[in-house]
């Protein structure tokens, strides 16, 4: 643990806006008829590949009505 203090300033923001981007994006996955693919498919990899997987639903996964 005492290693782990002295990065816990820079390691916070870092981890709420993964944890921000994460709900946004399951919550307009959840919110929105069709997608680009699966609604499961894309629930894994938003909750699964941490800041990557959200923003490349966000880009690429929502299919506009």
């Known amino acids: 643990m005492e ?4 990065f816990i300033p820079f ?3 870092v ?3 993964e ?3 994460m709900i946004f994006a399951l919550v307009d ?3 929105r008829e069709r997608t680009k693919g699966p609604k499961w498919m894309w629930a894994i990899l938003i909750v699964l590949v941490q800041i ?7 880009l690429a ?3 506009e009505s």
């Open 61 to 63: 996964g929502r299919e």
């Open 29 to 31: 996955l959840i919110r």
């Open 52 to 58: 990557i997987g959200p923003v490349v639903y966000l």
């Open 3 to 6: 290693t782990i203090k002295p």
């Open 15 to 17: 981890i709420l806006i």
């Open 19 to 21: 944890l921000g981007l």
């Open 11 to 13: 390691l916070l923001p």
